[in-house]
C-alpha cells in the first residue's frame, strides 16, 4: 500500500498515510486517460461557430445583370460564394460537441490519473487546510512552505470551503476543488494535488 507523508500548513511532517492501492497503486490505463482528455475537452466547446449561406445572406434577390449579351460572366445573384459579401460554403454551423463515456470508464480514468501522480510523488497530504479569512497569501505561504509554489497545484478539499476557494482564485497556477468534483483532467492538468486528510477519505469513499 503506498505511504505519503502527513504535513501540517507550515511544512512540517507530523505523519504518514496510507494511500489505497485501489486508487493510488494501480497500473495508469494512458489510452484511457487520453480518451477522457479528449472528451473532457471536447465538452467544453460551446459550438457556437456559425457562417451564413447563401440562402441566409440579405440581399441579392435580383439577377444583377441580364444572361446574355453583356460580355461579362453569367451571374444570378450578387449574394453567391463567389461575391464579395456573399454566402460562405460549408462554413461552421451550430452543433453540439458533446462527448460520453461511460461512469465506471470516467472513475477507472480518475484511478490512474491519480496512481500516475502517486508513482510521480506528486500527491501531498495536509492535515487540515484552514484560513480565518480568504488571503491568497495565507495560501501562497502554505504551498510555499510545502515547496510547491512554483508548480501547478491543485488543492482538494473533503468539504466546500469558501476561504480556501477565495484564497486560491487569484493564482494564476492554483485551483481548489471539492473531492467529489475532482475528474481525471484536472489531475492530469496540475503537477501537484494537495489533499486535506478529509479530501482523502472522501476520495476513498468514493473510489474504494
Not at 493510488?24 to 461557430?49: C, I, K, S
Not at 445583370?65 to 451571374?75: C, F, L, P, S, V
Not at 492554483?174 to 478529509?198: P, S
Request: proline fraction near 5%; charged fraction near 25%.
Amino acid at each position: 500500500m503506498p505511504e505519503v507523508a502527513v504535513y501540517n500548513m507550515e511544512g512540517q511532517e507530523v505523519g504518514t498515510a496510507n494511500l489505497n492501492e485501489k486508487i493510488f497503486g494501480v497500473e495508469p490505463n494512458h489510452d484511457l486517460m487520453h480518451r477522457y482528455v479528449v472528451m473532457y475537452l471536447a465538452n467544453q466547446r460551446q459550438g457556437t461557430a456559425a457562417t451564413k449561406t447563401r440562402a441566409a445572406v440579405r440581399g441579392g434577390g435580383r439577377k444583377p445583370w441580364r444572361q446574355k449579351g453583356t460580355g461579362r460572366a453569367r451571374q444570378g445573384s450578387i449574394r453567391a460564394p463567389q461575391w464579395v459579401g456573399g454566402g460562405v460554403v460549408f462554413g461552421p454551423q451550430p452543433r453540439d460537441h458533446r462527448q460520453k463515456m461511460p461512469k465506471k470508464a470516467r472513475r477507472n480514468a480518475l484511478r490512474s490519473a491519480l496512481s500516475a501522480k502517486a508513482q510521480g510523488e506528486r500527491v501531498i497530504v495536509l492535515d487540515k487546510l484552514t484560513f480565518p479569512e480568504p488571503k491568497t497569501k495565507a495560501m501562497l505561504t502554505v504551498l510555499g512552505n510545502l515547496n510547491i509554489a512554483d508548480g501547478k497545484a491543485l488543492v482538494v478539499t473533503g468539504e466546500p470551503d469558501r476561504t480556501v476557494v477565495l484564497s486560491a482564485r487569484n493564482l494564476p497556477k492554483v485551483e481548489a476543488r471539492m473531492a467529489l468534483d475532482l475528474n481525471a483532467y484536472d489531475v492530469l492538468n496540475y503537477d501537484y494535488v494537495v489533499f486535506t486528510q478529509g479530501a482523502l477519505d472522501k476520495i476513498e469513499e468514493v473510489l474504494g
